[in-house]
């Protein structure tokens, strides 16, 4: 009794605190305290030469830009505005404003949470200004710091003689429109190029690709340009031997006419050799193009540079010297054959690069070290020693979650990864992941009282080797260079009480490279996927679309009295499947003429290929271009290929043998009529920057799937859908489409599928970021057994039956991940009638909220 005491006296102070901090929030609401009566920047403006510049760079670098704003409101410039600039003093304010609250409050809680009130008001006053965003308040100092940025920003494009007046123009009490009215004269441009070089071998060198250089007579005088020269001359150097080539080294000098009469500008480019300190003199030493002469390669952990007589272990292999510690844990093959860097070739960073990102692509290693030093005795000889530090052979880790979806009420995960290193001393990975789910849900009718009632458990075991693996080819096809890689996968799954029980099997042979940093490429040579439906009297218990739709015809005759329930409802399996028989035999007044005969038909067809077993073999292959620079680049695109055909092979060889075939006279192995199909995919990805944190996004998406020879359907998991947070986000996921029907199914899927999306993303109050969007497409059955016209592509006219929803987002940027939460709502319909698909479900009521993890695209 003394604990429930204790523990509802808890609850109530803590309530107490929150009534009372929410109280003295309240008092504050609507109360401005750091509004600003200063003139405000309300709009900023750019002109050069009397044009408006618009999505010019030149506007990112002002730093007097005005409030953002939503709906014309400027929500940051609000919350900032709200925060006191004295909370604590507020709050001591409000403390002693009533001559007995001090004391009431003490007693209610205690002095220590009283503090603790005080704290957390401050704190809240805190984020408020954080999240907010300060007044833009027209600020001289800032301007001219701006017309500085500006007239730096033109000269590095080659206007040294520029104009920069500004103009304000009230709008409203006290905000301005801000415009910079910039007249740029004539631009200066590049005369003659001279080189003054002191090393010969970087003479060589620099004369061997000077068609290549991006500073050239009569362009613009850009220093961009000869940053980028920089750039590459050094890139050129380092990887043509010149091992210790410096930046500085290269000095550009330009004779610019203050006047403005010349604007034609001749360049020296001097590129001047090293300078190194010897015994407290500075001395001149001349660049030399260095040669690969030794190659070490050290496995094992070093503590210290000066331990090398730790390794014990050393072998000579293909012009390598690789040593460790104890006998050689690893084939020297798989050493060797990714390092780059070459015994009597020239010095390369090029190589280096390769080299580095190959071990540390392994995941064998811990960070990679390469270093080169000059061989004593030897003219421009370098010796190459790489420190590879394995990792622990094996590594566990764990992980655990909680879950509530549609189908279980509560779920509680818990997995498992084991991962084991170098298992044939090749540098491969072992990995071993299992999942076990357990959940509970109230749709399960089961005997006993059972809270956790349905059950899933999966595992895969992927074996990955830093290298393509083909049986009976030795030569290696694709360089290291290229981060070649095969994985082989197996995995399976079951699952109790979910859905029909499904029983899953994969297994995959794969190939990765990457050709370029920009660009990816998977094969997979065997990919199969097994599908066990093991409690197929379960179906209408899942679809109870079907079975309402089926319930219902039913209801109209008189049906044996064991088929139905005390109201008169098909019973589940045996009530149902004895109705559909019936009906399909003729034993009931339904002709194939009438549309309730059609409808339990297609519940049948729909029954019978969603029970089906399903074995999926067959290849894929996958490109992928991505031209994003960073993180931070929001200038780029992605586009991504993929073709998968599956079946043939293996319905070529059940042909040859004159296997087993079912009653429609397909190939039937295993007791299950494999799937043949083929498929394509086209997914594309645009990002425009507009400004500060202002983004424009698109999306297009398009695939087909098309069944031949042993299938004339597509399995499901194979299939494509529509609606959903990533894609039309007016729809839920599976609930759009096929074509102008009316989502009648659980789970609408089709063959065919077209998207389009566009959102433009901006700012709203520190890392509160909002966005507006419009989504497209729709879903169609295509050369397929499906017979309903709403839902066939018949020809371009369909292209009418491309939904249309819009609406708009707020998201929160937490650094490493932004949480989403979208509202979606049905612009244009296909699925009612004609005259009524536009705006008739543009409401609150048909919205659909969704909620997401980062960005749909």
């Not at 500073?215 to 590459?232: L, Q």
């Not at 780059?340 to 811990?366: C, G, H, M, P, Q």
């Not at 990975?429 to 357990?438: A, D, G, H, Q, Y």
């Not at 940027?813 to 008739?840: C, H, I, M, Q, S």
């Amino acid at each position: 009794m003394r604990n429930n005491t204790t523990c509802v006296h808890q609850l109530v102070t803590k309530l107490s605190i929150l009534f009372i901090l929410f109280s003295i929030l309240a008092g504050c609401s609507g109360t401005r305290y750091l509004k600003t009566e200063k003139l405000l920047i309300d709009k900023v403006e750019v002109f050069e030469n009397d044009q408006l510049l618009k999505n010019n760079p030149v506007n990112f670098i002002i730093t007097t830009p005005p409030n953002k704003k939503f709906l014309g409101i400027p929500f940051g410039k609000i919350l900032y505005e709200t925060a006191h600039p004295n909370p604590k003093i507020k709050f001591q304010e409000w403390l002693q404003k009533k001559e007995k609250r001090s004391k009431r409050l003490s007693k209610l809680l205690s002095n220590k949470q009283v503090a603790a009130l005080e704290n957390y008001g401050a704190s809240f006053n805190s984020w408020l200004k954080k999240t907010g965003e300060a007044p833009a308040i027209l600020d001289s100092i800032a301007i001219k710091n701006s017309k500085n940025r500006i007239s730096q920003y033109y000269k590095n494009l080659g206007n040294f003689d520029i104009e920069i007046t500004i103009d304000t123009v009230k709008t409203k009490k006290n905000k301005v429109t801000l415009k910079y009215l910039i007249l740029p004269k004539s631009k200066y441009q590049i005369d003659s190029i001279t080189a003054q070089i002191n090393s010969s071998d970087i003479d060589s060198i620099y004369k061997k690709h000077i068609d290549a250089k991006l500073i050239k007579k009569g362009s613009p005088f850009e220093i961009k340009k000869f940053e980028d020269e920089r750039t590459r001359l050094i890139q050129l150097f380092r990887n043509n031997g010149i091992y210790n080539f410096q930046q500085n080294s290269i000095q550009f000098t330009a004779a610019i006419d203050s006047s403005g009469m010349d604007t034609k500008i001749p360049v020296n480019i001097q590129i001047n050799n090293i300078q190194q300190r010897i015994n407290d003199t500075l001395k001149e030493i001349s660049y030399a193009i260095h040669h690969v002469k030794e190659i070490e390669v050290y496995i094992d952990d070093l503590k210290n540079q000066e331990s090398f007589d730790q390794f014990t272990d050393t072998l000579n292999y293909n012009g390598f010297t690789l040593l460790s510690k104890g006998k050689l844990k690893y084939r020297p093959k798989a050493i060797a054959s990714g390092i780059a860097i070459k015994k009597d070739a020239v010095y390369s960073d090029e190589n280096r690069n390769i080299t580095y990102r190959y071990f540390t692509s392994l995941k064998n290693f811990k960070y990679p070290s390469i270093s080169y030093s000059p061989i004593e005795g030897q003219k421009d000889a370098l010796k190459a020693s790489l420190f590879l530090t394995p990792k622990e052979r094996f590594s566990l880790g764990f992980d655990l979650d909680f879950s509530h979806s549609n189908i279980q009420d509560f779920g509680v995960g818990l997995g498992g990864g084991l991962g084991i290193r170098n298992v044939f001393r090749g540098a491969e990975l072992l990995e071993l992941n299992i999942k076990n789910t357990v959940g509970a849900s109230r749709d399960i009718a089961q005997s006993g009282d059972r809270f956790f009632n349905i059950f899933e458990l999966g595992a895969d075991l992927k074996l990955s080797l830093p290298r393509l693996l083909i049986p009976f080819v030795q030569k290696e096809l694709i360089p290291k260079s290229m981060s070649p890689k095969t994985e082989l996968i197996v995995g399976s799954s079951f699952q109790e009480n979910i859905g029909l029980d499904k029983q899953f099997f994969k297994g995959t042979y794969q190939f990765d490279w990457q050709p370029n940093t920009k660009k990816r490429v998977l094969f997979k040579w065997i990919d199969l996927e097994f599908v066990n439906n093991r409690n197929l009297t379960n179906y209408f218990n899942v679809y109870k679309n079907s079975y309402d739709r089926l319930n219902l015809i039913a209801q109209n005759f008189n049906v044996e009295q064991d088929w139905v329930d005390s109201n008169n409802n098909l019973n589940i399996p045996e009530g149902a499947t004895n109705f559909i028989d019936a009906v399909i035999n003729n034993e009931t007044p339904l002709t194939v003429e009438d549309n309730e005969y059609k409808t339990i038909n297609t519940v049948k067809e729909r029954q019978d290929r969603l029970t089906a077993n399903n074995l999926i073999l067959g290849s894929s292959f996958s490109l992928n271009f991505n031209s994003q620079e960073s993180i931070f680049d929001e200038n780029f695109y992605q586009l991504r290929w993929k073709l998968d055909w599956v079946g043939s092979v293996l319905n070529q060889i059940l042909n040859g043998l004159n296997g087993e075939e079912d009653a429609e006279g397909n190939n039937v192995f295993g007791g299950v009529s494999p799937s043949q199909y083929v498929k394509t995919e086209l997914d594309f990805i645009k990002h425009w920057k507009l400004g500060r944190e202002q983004v424009i996004a698109f999306h297009a998406f398009t695939g087909i799937a098309l069944p031949f020879g042993n299938s004339n359907n597509m399995p499901f998991s194979r299939s494509f859908f529509s609606g959903g947070s990533n894609d039309n986000r007016a729809w839920k996921a599976y609930k759009l489409g096929p074509g102008s029907s009316s989502n009648i199914n659980e789970f609408n899927e089709a063959n065919l599928k077209i998207a389009f999306n566009l959102e433009y993303r901006f700012p709203l109050a520190g890392p509160l970021k909002g966005g507006v969007f419009i989504d497209t497409g729709n879903i169609w059955n295509l050369w397929d057994d499906v017979e309903d016209p709403a839902m066939k592509f018949e020809g371009f006219q369909d292209l009418t039956e491309i939904a249309i929803g819009s609406g708009f987002g707020l998201r929160y940027d937490f650094d490493f991940l932004v949480f989403r939460f979208d509202t979606g709502f049905k612009t244009y319909n296909p699925a009612l009638p004609e005259e009524k698909r536009w705006w008739n479900e543009y409401n609150l009521k048909n919205a659909v909220f969704n909620i997401g993890i980062n960005y749909p695209f």
